[in-house]
């Protein structure tokens, strides 16, 4: 049996972990004294990665249309960017502002345990994603026909997806409301 909290099958936070998020709706984020550059970079960051995400998506759509004879290289380029970046955005959070977020408020160390399960969770389907594409070039470079991989790395990069938006948003239900709470705490 799943977990309710794992990453696949979670609909979002409980309603124990969203205290801060009733509290400071996401309409008003960007208005409140302690919404930074900082958070803004970061949320910025969690854009890039979905848009990277459906980049992918839409691009292997395409190539399955036959639509998108530079498939393999523009593969290649934005899966290399989206899974190092995304990777290297999570041990920064986990090595650094995870920790300091946590003993500002005890109450929401089960949701910083839930996102570093996350984390791991996300790392299986960053292999997964790689091992797809990778897949799908070798084909191509063999100047083989790609479609099945094609249609196997749609589904990963579909799956992904899910995944990265549902983790992407309970993240920032958690971190943005406890930077905003406590936001002169971090300074």
Same mark, same amino acid.
């Given at each position: 049996?799943?977990? $309710?909290?794992?990453l696949?099958?979670?609909?979002?936070?409980?309603? &124990?972990l969203? =205290?801060? +998020?009733?509290?400071?709706? #996401?309409?008003?984020? #960007? *208005?409140?004294?302690?919404? $930074?550059?900082?958070?803004?970079?970061?949320?910025?960051r969690? *854009?890039?990665?979905?848009?990277?995400?459906?980049?992918?998506?839409?691009?292997?759509?395409?190539?399955?249309?036959?639509a998108n004879?530079? /498939?393999?290289?523009?593969m290649?380029? !934005?899966t $290399? @960017?989206?899974?190092?970046?995304?990777? *290297?955005?999570?041990?920064?959070? %986990?090595n650094? !502002?995870?920790?300091?977020?946590?003993?500002? %408020?005890?109450?929401?160390?089960?949701? /910083?345990? @839930?996102?570093?399960?996350?984390?791991?969770?996300? %790392?299986? &389907?960053i292999?997964?994603? +790689?091992?797809?594409?990778n897949? =799908?070039?070798?084909? @191509? +470079?063999? *100047?083989?026909?790609?479609?099945a991989?094609a249609? #196997?790395?749609?589904?990963?990069?579909?799956? /992904? #997806?899910?995944?990265?938006?549902? &983790?992407?948003?309970?993240?920032?239900?958690? =971190?943005?409301?406890?930077?905003?709470? !406590?936001?002169?705490?971090?300074?």
């Open positions: 049996m799943t977990d $309710s909290l794992d696949d099958a979670r609909k979002g936070l409980p309603d &124990h969203r =205290v801060l +998020a009733d509290l400071y709706p #996401r309409a008003d984020w #960007r *208005g409140h004294a302690n919404f $930074s550059d900082l958070t803004a970079f970061w949320l910025e969690h *854009g890039m990665f979905r848009q990277l995400n459906d980049l992918l998506v839409e691009g292997t759509e395409k190539r399955l249309d036959g004879p530079r /498939f393999g290289r523009e290649q380029h !934005y $290399s @960017i989206f899974l190092n970046q995304l990777h *290297g955005h999570h041990q920064i959070e %986990d650094h !502002y995870f920790p300091q977020f946590i003993p500002l %408020d005890r109450r929401l160390e089960q949701g /910083f345990e @839930i996102l570093d399960r996350d984390h791991h969770a996300l %790392d299986g &389907h292999h997964a994603l +790689a091992e797809a594409t897949a =799908v070039l070798q084909r @191509i +470079a063999a *100047g083989e026909d790609d479609e991989e249609r #196997r790395l749609l589904e990963a990069q579909t799956a /992904f #997806r899910r995944f990265l938006h549902r &983790h992407l948003e309970d993240e920032e239900d958690l =971190v943005v409301p406890v930077i905003l709470e !406590y936001g002169a705490a971090l300074e």
